[in-house]
């Protein structure tokens, strides 16, 4: 027995298209993600700037880590590097869109800034003026996105085909 020499093909209205809306729909869904994600890291980050040497070693002794005495462990800002590096990838990658990266980075600003910014009801501030990891992880941090952005200018942009054939831009 031979194989046909040609395979057939569905008639051309039992094809169906692929609904065109699922482009956007994946890059609303991908901004929203990288949103939530710089909220929840940007909380996490903000509480590891008061981490202290005595609050680890206060964790070995099955009591809290957030005590008071220690030298500054800085482990925020190599935190709000990577998070911030992963979350501005993720955007650009899952949008296609540089203007992905501004939600994300701005509202990790507006949340530094609010913390820095922020009184307690006893008259604290959030982040103190003498806690230099909260500093650095705000300049750090900041550069992440700054850092990206600034490797997506030098980029030039990619011309992808269209269904027409012509390319075009992201």
Do not use: C, H
Not at 7 to 20: C, K, M, S
Not at 112 to 136: P, Q
């Amino acid at each position: 027995m031979t194989a046909p020499d040609t395979i057939e093909q569905p008639p051309a209205a039992a094809r169906r298209e692929p609904w065109r809306g699922w482009d956007t729909v994946i890059r609303v869904a991908g901004v929203v993600v990288a949103v939530v994600a710089t909220l929840v890291t940007a909380l996490f980050e903000l509480e590891l700037t008061t981490l202290r040497s005595s609050g680890v070693a206060s964790l070995l002794k099955g009591e809290s880590l957030w005590a008071s005495g220690g030298v500054l462990i800085p482990i925020a800002i190599p935190v709000a590097i990577g998070a911030n590096l992963v979350i501005a990838w993720f955007a650009v990658t899952v949008t296609g869109r540089r203007w992905a990266l501004g939600p994300p980075w701005a509202l990790w600003t507006l949340i530094m800034l609010a913390a820095a910014g922020t009184r307690t009801t006893e008259g604290d501030y959030l982040l103190s003026g003498d806690n230099w990891v909260a500093l650095v992880m705000i300049l750090t941090g900041s550069l992440a996105y700054a850092v990206y952005s600034y490797r997506m200018i030098l980029k030039p942009v990619a011309a992808r085909r269209t269904d027409s054939g012509l390319s075009g831009s992201l």
